[in-house]
């Protein structure tokens, strides 16, 4: 008897994992992007261009308690200025040659109401690791061209750099900071599927 249940157990376990599904972020059509306020007056964006990312579902069709795991070469920071990204590349900011990985790894992708979700996940940035909550608007699937299928999602989340150890603090004399500690994220995601 406990060999049928044994067995049982393992047969649902394979059925379980033949069951999931992947999708990986197409990189040609996906995109990390940061916004963050200069000197209290206007804001600066910026991205990486390098990043890989997964989401794996249990069907098709259903991303509700979808896992997402993205990792960012933070290396390939990228405002436009190369003195900038100079500078967001040292341990003011990112410390690129100490910490060249950026991850988000979820802990649970829940549907709130027609396409919207929230991603619960945990973001390491300098080696320190914080759990973000992301407004997550989902685009729907569709089937290319050339056969793939593909899902897409844009997720919004704001943290506070400091908490990451992102540390540079220049104040004005009037204490507005020079890079402000708030920083907003918009990940946009086309995901085909594997």
Request: proline fraction near 3%.
């Amino acid at each position: 008897m406990k060999g049928f249940f044994f067995t049982t157990l393992l047969l649902l376990a394979g059925i379980a994992t033949f069951a999931q599904v992947k999708w990986n972020a197409d990189p040609a059509h996906s995109s990390i992007i940061f916004g963050v306020k200069h000197l209290g007056l206007s804001y600066v964006q910026g991205h990486f261009t390098k990043f890989s990312g997964t989401v794996e579902t249990a069907d098709s069709t259903n991303f509700q308690h979808a896992k997402v795991d993205f990792t960012v070469d933070a290396n390939s920071i990228s405002t436009g200025v190369d003195q900038r990204d100079g500078h967001l590349k040292t341990d003011d900011f990112f410390n690129v040659a100490e910490y060249p990985a950026i991850t988000l790894k979820s802990v649970s992708f829940k549907k709130v109401a027609g396409d919207k979700y929230v991603l619960l996940a945990d973001l390491t940035i300098r080696n320190t690791t914080k759990r973000v909550a992301f407004d997550v608007i989902y685009n729907g699937v569709i089937k290319d061209p050339w056969g793939l299928r593909r899902a897409g999602f844009t997720a919004k989340a704001t943290i506070n750099r400091l908490d990451f150890g992102v540390k540079y603090a220049d104040k004005l004399p009037s204490g507005v900071y020079a890079v402000a500690p708030t920083v907003d994220i918009t990940v946009n995601v086309e995901a085909v599927k594997q």
